[in-house]
């Protein structure tokens, strides 16, 4: 992080860095423009479906969560949702790849904290899908 002439923390793309309070303010400002109540006064922060179904909502508090370096959970389950949207085995083995190497193994760089008989239970069913979408591939190159 380096520092600009104003004095705001720069981050690594040279664009200003919100701190964790100039995020969260930012993120309720965000809210606010897409919220509204009855008063006009204060309001509701918004849910995390509401966050998570709001682009703009998910970039800032996205944001937020790198700047207070704990994102890990926010880009674990955009991953999942990657998983879940993908039409074949052949298209989830690289997305269940990068969720058992990036989010699930012991010592994983962005290792999520979950209980550890879900992880290793994780890990084995991904382990699981991957021999077998290997196996139908190598019995179909094989036939072919």
């Known amino acids: 992080m380096t520092s600009t002439s104003s004095g705001e923390a720069s981050g690594v793309s040279g664009q200003p860095s919100l701190g964790v309070s100039s995020a969260s303010s930012s993120l309720q ?16 922060p918004p849910s995390l479906d509401e966050i998570f179904h709001d682009d703009d909502l998910c970039a800032w508090f996205l944001r937020f ?3 207070t370096r704990r994102d890990e959970n926010l880009t674990c389950y ?14 989830r083995l690289p997305v269940a790849e990068q969720l058992v190497n990036t989010y699930l193994r012991e010592g994983a760089p962005r290792q999520v904290n979950i209980d550890s008989a879900l992880r290793r239970s994780l890990i084995a069913v ?19």
């Not at 899908?129 to 072919?144: D, E, F, I, M, Y």
């Open 65 to 67: 969560l790198e700047e």
């Open 29 to 44: 400002s965000v809210s606010a423009a897409s919220h509204s109540t009855a008063s006009g006064e204060g309001y509701p």
């Open 126 to 144: 991904f382990e699981h899908v991957a021999q077998n979408t290997h196996s139908a591939s190598a019995t179909r190159l094989s036939v072919s």
């Open 78 to 91: 955009q991953v999942v949702l990657r998983y879940q949207a993908a039409q074949s085995a052949q298209a």
